[in-house]
């Protein structure tokens, strides 16, 4: 078992920065973990992920240069760097862990995490 605790979420003006958390327990080593984020109204949408040993990282198109995923594994906590932020980055944000990197579906597919937070809020205000 994996429990995965999100924290940093909070409201910004656009253009502004926000660094979220995710502290991992349980079962973490070789995972490849990923931030998904959930506007209302809409489906959950894939952001970012990183490999185990934090060596490889995806992002999706909407974010790259902006943000910036990293993980600590001495302090089994991942962060999501969010720099220039925009209105249409406001979301509930999700910490997600899964299978290694290689293994399965693409990191890049929502449903291929197995492992979910609680989501922290991003309200970005124009």
């Known amino acids: 078992q994996v429990q995965l605790v999100e924290a940093g979420g909070g409201p910004v003006q656009a253009g502004g920065s926000l660094r979220l958390s995710c502290a991992a327990s349980?079962?973490?080593?070789?995972?490849?973990m990923g931030w998904v984020r959930q506007a209302p109204g809409k489906e959950r949408e894939f952001v970012a992920a990183?490999?185990?040993?934090?060596?490889?990282?995806y992002y999706a198109d909407s974010v790259k240069v902006r943000f910036t995923i990293s993980r600590d594994n001495a302090k089994n906590t991942m962060y999501l760097q969010m720099n220039s932020l925009k209105p249409e980055d406001a979301a509930v944000y999700y910490c997600?862990?899964?299978?290694?990197w290689g293994s399965g579906q693409p990191v890049a597919v929502s449903s291929s995490y197995a492992y979910w937070g609680q989501g922290t809020q991003v309200t970005v205000s124009s």
């Open positions: 997600a862990s899964r299978t290694p």
């Open positions: 349980g079962r973490t080593a070789g995972s490849t």
């Open positions: 990183i490999g185990s040993g934090g060596g490889a990282t």
